[in-house]
Structure formats: C-alpha cells, structure tokens
C-alpha cells in the first residue's frame, strides 16, 4: 500500500464543501457564469483522481490522511483502490456535467445558488462515502447523502409532494444508517479493527465469527434501504418530485449506488458463504423484477427511467451475489454502462421537459428535427441500454449471461431466466425513452420544441460518447478502470475480455433473445401499461401506501403516549420523578447486596445536638402544620440547620450559599404560593398519603445509604491534591473551592448561572401574570 504524500486528494476531498459554502453567493453575484466557476470544483476532483489511474492499474492501493479527533483517534483518512477510485471518478465526472446542467436548468430560479449549493454537498458526501477508510467517518459521510438528498428532493418544499417524497427518502435511508452503524460496531467488535484497509487485510476474520449473521443482516439492510431493494425500492421513484440534475446525479453516480458499493466493498470479508450467495441473488432478483415491470406501467419519461434504476441496482446487488469472478466482472461492467446511460437519458428527459414543457411519452413525437443533438445523445444512451453492440451495455450484457450461464442446477436457471426478463424490459424502456420521443410525426407541445442551450446538451452528449467510446477503446477501458475495479471487489485477480463486436456464443445468443423480446415489449407498451396498471389497481395495496401506514400508526402511538406521559398533571409528574429517583438509588444497592454498616453515634457537642434538634423540630412542624405557607417556612428550617453544620464545621463559603439557597427557596414558594388558592388542610385519601409517605422515605432511605457506603468507602485524594497543588500555581489563588468553581469548572458555573437567571425569569413572569385580585376574590 502506498501512502499518499501530497494534499491533492484531501483538496480534492474537502473543496466540494467549500464550494456548497460558498455557492449562493456565487450564483447570485455572477449568474449562469457562476455554474462553470462550481463545476471547475469536480473537475479538479476528476484529474486529482485520475492521476492515480496509473498505480491502482498496477494493483497498488493509495492511502492516507489526517488526524481529524486525536483524542478519540478519529482520523480523516483514505483508502483509494480499484473500486474506490472508479466510484471517485463517476461522481467527480458526472458532477461536473451535472453542476453545469443544473446551471442552465434552474436559470433564473430565486434559490439557484441554495441548489447549487446542496448539490455540492452531495457530491463531497459522496466522495466522502467511497474514498473514507474509518468506520466512523464512513458513517459520517453515508448519512450526510441522506441529508443531502433530503434538502434536494425537497427542494421544491411548497409542494406537498416533494416535501412527502424526502421524507420518505430521509426516514428509509435514515433507518439504513442506523443499522450501518450498529453494523460497523458489529464488526469491530468481531474483528478488533475501526478501519475498512484493516478489514480486508484478513478476510476470514468476519466470515468465522460468531458476529458475522449478525453483522451480515445489519449491513444488508443499510444497502437495501440506500440502493432501493425491494420492499424498500417505493422510495426512489417518489423522489422523482426533485429537479432533474438531482434525478440525473443520484441515479447515475451517487446515493442509490452506495448500498452496491458498501456490499462490492465488503465482498472480499462477507462473501463466499451460503447466506450471502443465497440472500443477494433472491432479493436482488425480486427487485429487478419489481422495477422492470414497474417501469414499463409508467408513461411519465423519469418515473419509467427511476423504475429502470430500481430494477438496475436489484440486477448489481443480484450479480455481487452470485460468487463467482465473472459475475463480479458483469457486475463491475453494468455499473459503469450504467451510470452513463442512465445520466444520459436522464439529462435527456430534463431537457424535453424544459424546452417542451411535458414529458409525457404519450404527447411526444417527431423531435429529432428541432433537437437534433439531444436526438444524437438520447439515441446512443438508449442504445446502450438496450444492449447493442459497441456500446458499454453490450459488454455487461455479454459478460452477464456468460457469467450467469456458467452455473448449473436450477438456482442458476432462475437467476437467468430473472436477468433475461430484467434486460428485456430494459430494452423496451431504452427504446422508449431515447427514440419514441423523436420518431413519428412532430406532436404538439404545450412549449416550441427547440434544441437546448449548450449548458443541457453538453452532459447527455458527453456520457453518450463515453459510453460508445469507452467499448470501442476496451483494452484501455479494462486495463485502467474495469479490471482494478473487479480485482478489488473479487479480491483476486480479474480479467475482462467482452468484445464490443458480437460474436458466436450462448451469451449472444441470449443477448438476441433479450432483444426480441424486448422489442416485442416496446411494440406492445401501450396495452402492456393498461395490463400492468389494470393488475396493481386491482392488487390495491402496495409498499408506499404501507409507508404512510407506517408513519400514520406511529403518530397515533406517540398521541397516545404522549397522552399518558404527559396528562397535563403535576402530581403525577413530580410522584414518576421520585419514584425513578428512589430506584435508581434503592435497587443498585439491593441487587449488588453491598449495603453499608450501620454507622457509630458521632460525638457531638452540645450545640451541635441543639443545631440538631432545631431541624427535627422544623421537621415535625413540616409535618404537622395545616397551613402550606406555614409548612414553608419550617421546610427552611432544615435548610439553615444544614448551613450551621457547615459553618460549623469550617466551611463558611459552603454555609452562606446554604443560606442563600434556601432564602430564595422560601421567599420564592411563598410568592408562589399568594397565587394559588390553596385549601387550609390536606383532603389527600389515606391511600395517596401513604403512597406519597412510602416515596418520600424511599428518597430519603436511598440517600441516607448511598452516602453512608460513598463516606465508608475509599477515599481517593486524586483530585484533592491536583487541586491543592495547582489553585494557587495555576488559578493564582488561595481559596481552593472559589478557584474550582471559577477556573477550572468556569464553563460549569456560566451554564449553572444561566440556568438560575432563566428560572428566575420565568418565575417573575408567572407572578406578574397572575389573575387580578378582583377575579380571584370572586372565584367560586
């Protein structure tokens, strides 16, 4: 492993958050200028990435870092290999595009700077997701794409649908999080390692644990929520309701691929046992099935592209599955096919929708003449989709069913039999969404059709050259990219060898039985969408109503909990809260069986007894009295015979805020108390009496004994003598207790000052709200 000894990567790593920073004030100042400024931003994450290229293809991976909490040796660091760095140069690339598709897609917007600027984040999230090392900061970072996510999808927040769909997305991708995070704590309680380089140092150490079932089911869940597996797949299509540049970016190259990284990642250290080869190959399959069928129901152009997406990530999380190095090659290949076409169509849609003013695919037609380049863009991603040769589909596809073709038995037939009925309907959408919209008469269009500027076409037109490019240069294309990619996820060495141009095979062979039949879907898209619509109308139910089910059931819990937690009364606060005192004081000691020894009569003086005795007396009159504000002023009793013992036991400081305290505290609740119409006497039933009685004398029981076993304890002089040496060579001063409370606890006593000048606040407005003395004279 090689340690990285420039800052290149960690500026490359930390400008997208500058630049989310600094983004609105960008874009308000310079305008559509402001978005080539931002996108200078992932273009030098690209090049920075790309200049390590050359050492990952020669199977060396890049670390390195900075101490980001030392004191809990947290630290900033990063793991570049082969899987990581063809993720860094996804999101870096097609952020590049993507930033400057969002400037000319929001021209004119009064948040565009805000957008852009949430955009960034993402992308320095995401970054952050693929490139961190540390187990905590890959937490950090695979939560911040959920926020992230959720301020761009809700974006448009006075619509109630957009505000709905994020947060959906941020509970489901929240909830994922969480288990990442027990996840990680799993891991690193079976392996003894925080760091992801560290994991896959020693690959055996997870799979023999007695945590791995654990460990596998917490982390299968954080990527089936994050990369929308079935039954967690309802809430990307819903986040459709974002701007296109955020349809375009999240499906192409960030937040649904981080559960298929998180897994391709940890291929190497859960794989190759029988409940990772079972569990991913049944839920991916059902969620390739889910999404296609889905998609082909729609006839919104970005619903049928992010039910395409659903199915794509089920198709990844299926084939990373499998077990075996071509499966893994076929995985790695559709990944990056499929982040090209899929940005592409995309930013293809966005623009119909923009210059259109619909994107419908019933009320487009016959714009190949007015958009010709978007016509050009849209033809190649669709293509590609669709699997023809020359372009990058071609080669996942090809690689798909040579990999899934080298199985035997009928568990292996199923997985390609899903896979052909998968690719299939990706065909019909690839036709649908990059030719119908061109072909056929020109249809009418609430907008003039007319090309975009170049800020919209220059994306869709770049991914779908990449994406004919990158097949035609394959040598190169695997060599530098595809095969570092695979050997990292395989852990092993791995060599692609798909040709860009067809030849004899059983996967050509399937490959033209894919597209027959993916034709034969386009011809029928019409009556298939009234079929499929017709079937789940009638199903009725379905994982997105059970969401709202869901949040609906949880409100109605926490009404009613709410309703008896906190009832409005404050009896029954004040009696839960000395009843939690009382245990937690009582029961430690009795489970432990460590009660103290009964202490020795202390030899007192004779003013001591008397100081004594004038507290019992104050007691007794608690007791007894019938008066409340009499019961007051003897509860200050107790108070002040506490402030004598200490001043009598030389602690004149401790004794005058005895007194002060308990001043304050009588003279308070008997302002409080003028107020209150209170009954003479006590009408309280003997019951509540002797369950208030049995309270107050657990409280008092519980500690009298934790103060008799602290006083017969050891004592450790630790502190005392720290403090005693350092008061006056530190603090410069004499009177060690002022100087803790003032130096070394000062940021102790601001909050404690602040929270007595807030109290004592809030009770002067309540005694200068009171009702006039009129209406409480006449109250019945």
């Known amino acids: 492993m090689q340690q990285a000894t420039d800052a290149t990567l960690l500026i490359a790593l930390v400008l997208p958050f500058i630049g989310a920073a600094l983004a609105p004030m960008v874009m308000r100042r310079m305008g559509m200028a402001g978005a080539w400024l931002l996108a200078l931003i992932p273009a030098f994450a690209f090049f920075a990435f790309a200049s390590q290229i050359q050492s990952i293809s020669e199977g060396t991976a890049v670390a390195g870092g900075l101490d980001w909490i030392p004191s809990l040796g947290v630290s900033l660091s990063w793991y570049l290999d082969g899987l990581s760095l063809a993720f860094a140069l996804l999101i870096s690339g097609i952020g590049f595009l993507i930033v400057l598709y969002a400037g000319g897609y929001l021209k004119g917007h009064p948040h565009h700077g805000r957008f852009m600027g949430f955009l960034l984040l993402f992308m320095g999230a995401m970054q952050g997701v693929v490139l961190t090392d540390g187990f905590l900061t890959l937490f950090v970072f695979w939560e911040l794409t959920s926020i992230a996510s959720f301020l761009l999808i809700g974006f448009d927040h006075q619509r109630e649908a957009s505000r709905r769909a994020a947060l959906q997305a941020l509970v489901v991708t929240g909830m994922g999080g969480l288990a990442l995070l027990a996840g990680l704590i799993t891991i690193g309680m079976a392996t003894t390692t925080d760091t992801l380089s560290a994991l896959l140092a020693d690959r055996d150490a997870l799979r023999t644990s007695a945590f791995y079932t654990p460990a596998l089911i917490l982390i299968l869940l954080a990527a089936f929520t994050k990369s929308a597996q079935f039954p967690f797949h309802f809430w990307l299509p819903n986040a459709m309701e974002a701007p296109t540049p955020v349809s375009a970016y999240l499906h192409s190259a960030t937040m649904v691929k981080a559960g298929v990284y998180l897994l391709m990642r940890l291929n190497p250290v859960m794989g190759d046992t029988a409940l990772w080869e079972t569990i991913l190959p049944l839920f991916g399959g059902t969620t390739l099935i889910v999404g296609s069928v889905l998609a082909l129901r729609q006839s919104d152009l970005k619903l049928m592209l992010a039910y395409t997406t659903v199915g794509s990530l089920g198709l990844l999380v299926m084939l990373t599955g499998f077990g075996t190095e071509t499966a893994v090659m076929a995985a790695v290949l559709y990944l990056l096919a499929h982040a090209l076409f899929k940005g592409a169509l995309f930013m293809v849609v966005g623009i119909l929708d923009h210059e259109t003013g619909t994107r419908r695919i019933e009320d487009l037609s016959g714009l190949r003449g007015a958009m010709p380049l978007t016509f050009a863009a849209a033809i190649g991603a669709g293509l590609s989709m669709a699997g023809i040769p020359l372009f990058t589909g071609f080669l996942a596809k090809e690689t798909i069913y040579e990999a899934l073709a080298e199985g035997v038995g009928a568990w292996s037939l199923l997985v390609l039999i899903v896979a052909i009925l998968g690719n299939a309907a990706m065909v019909a959408v690839g036709l649908a969404v990059g030719l119908k919209p061109f072909i056929g008469e020109p249809s009418s269009t609430p907008k003039t059709a007319h090309e975009a500027p170049v800020s919209l076409w220059l994306g869709p037109v770049v991914l779908a050259v990449a994406g004919l490019g990158l097949s035609v240069l394959s040598y190169w294309f695997y060599s530098f990219l595809a095969d570092p990619m695979a050997s990292a996820i395989a852990d092993a060495s791995v060599r692609n060898h798909a040709s860009p141009l067809p030849h004899i095979s059983l996967a050509f062979g399937l490959s033209l039985l894919t597209l027959a039949i993916g034709a034969g879907l386009y011809s029928g898209l019409d009556g298939l969408r009234r079929g499929i619509g017709n079937a789940l109308a009638a199903f009725g139910w379905g994982p997105d109503r059970g969401f709202d089910q869901v949040m609906r059931g949880l409100v109605r819990l926490a009404m009613r909990v709410t309703a008896v937690v906190q009832n409005g009364r404050l009896d029954v606060y004040i009696t839960v809260a000395f009843v939690v005192i009382a245990s937690a004081l009582l029961v430690p000691i009795i489970l432990a069986g460590e009660l103290p020894s009964w202490p020795s009569i202390p030899m007192l003086q004779l003013h001591e007894w008397a100081v004594m005795l004038v507290a019992v007396t104050g007691l007794y009159a608690v007791l007894r009295t019938r008066n409340r504000l009499t019961a007051i002023a003897s509860l200050g009793i107790q108070g002040f015979a506490v402030a004598v013992l200490f001043l009598l036991m030389g602690a004149p400081d401790l004794s005058f805020t005895q007194f002060m305290v308990e001043t304050l505290s009588v003279v308070i609740l008997a302002l409080v108390m003028t107020r209150i119409r209170l009954e003479p006497t006590d009408h309280r039933p003997w019951n509540e009496k002797l369950l208030d009685g049995t309270i107050a004398i657990a409280c008092g029981l ?66 200068r709200i009171g009702t006039p003395r009129e209406k409480r004279d006449n109250r019945p």
């Open 702 to 767: 519980g500690f009298g004994l934790l103060l008799l076993k602290v006083t017969q304890g050891f004592f450790n002089t630790a502190l005392t003598d720290f403090f005693n040496a350092n008061a006056r060579l530190i603090a410069h001063g004499r009177n060690v207790v002022n100087v803790i409370i003032v130096d070394f606890r000062g940021f102790d006593t601001l909050g404690e000052i602040a929270v007595v000048t807030i109290t004592g606040l809030a009770i002067l407005a309540i005694i």
